[in-house]
């Protein structure tokens, strides 16, 4: 199993362009997250999803969009690039069943810079 | 708001020091991770604790869940370089949402 895969792991971005972050996981999880982590800080939860179809906001969701059309892949993305969204952004997944979350297992994350 | 803080945000200390650091809440939660991560990779899961003042061990790592399910602190016992890293703790509610703090960050000198 390759786990948690993202793409790019690096890009560099001009203010007010569009991309998007591949996130895909091949252990059937069901949970999917999105996380920003700048410099010597911790994760800050942008978007997740509980199952294909269903996604919610977390703390910071302002300048971005997900989906989760199949259970493997779960895509960011970043309209109009702001400098403040220069970060790593890491995804990750996890498989959980009623109240416990199970281990969240992290991509390698994606180095983006804006400028 | 900030749902978690974590403390000390920085520790350095000398290899073969005991350390404890802290995971505190204003909310109760059904569940608590921690994690540690290096530079340039993504976090690793150390541990889950689910009932309140329930203690796990893992090595010279020893994890403690506050009794009102609040908190939970991190203790290290003769600590080595190889426990440099940062330190996360994650908050998870019934809805599957975790949320992190902001980490502590720990340097062990040889």
């Known amino acids: 199993n390759a786990g948690v895969t993202q793409t790019p792991k690096f890009r560099i971005l001009k203010i007010g362009q569009s991309m998007t972050l591949q996130c895909t996981q091949d252990?059937?999880?069901?949970?999917m997250y999105w996380y920003r982590q700048d410099p010597g800080m911790g994760l800050k939860l942008i978007y997740y999803?509980?199952?294909?179809?269903?996604?919610d906001k977390g703390e910071v969701p302002n300048g971005y969009n997900v989906s989760r059309s199949t259970t493997e892949d779960f895509p960011l993305r970043l309209e109009l690039a702001a400098p403040s969204q220069t970060s790593v952004y890491f995804c990750?997944?996890?498989?959980?069943?009623?109240?416990?979350?199970?281990?969240?297992?992290f991509g390698e994350g994606s180095r983006l810079t804006v400028l | 708001t900030q749902l978690l803080e974590q403390s000390p945000q920085f520790l350095s200390i000398q290899e073969g020091e005991n350390l404890t650091v802290y995971c505190n809440s204003s909310?109760?939660?059904?569940?608590l991770q921690w994690y540690r991560q290096e530079p340039g990779e993504g976090p690793v899961l150390l541990v889950t604790?689910?009932?309140?003042?329930e203690v796990k061990k893992l090595k010279r790592l020893t994890f403690q869940f506050g009794d009102a399910r609040k908190d939970s602190s991190l203790h290290i016992t003769a600590a080595q370089p190889g426990d440099t890293g940062l330190y996360l703790c994650?908050?998870?509610?019934?809805?599957?949402?975790?949320?992190f703090g902001d980490g502590t960050t720990l340097t062990v000198k040889p």
């Open positions: 604790v689910v009932t309140g003042g």
């Open positions: 909310s109760v939660f059904s569940s």
């Open positions: 990750a997944s996890s498989k959980t069943t009623g109240v416990t979350t199970g281990e969240l297992f």
């Open positions: 252990m059937n999880h069901n949970y």
């Open positions: 994650a908050l998870n509610t019934n809805a599957g949402k975790s949320t």
């Open positions: 999803s509980v199952g294909a179809g269903i996604t």
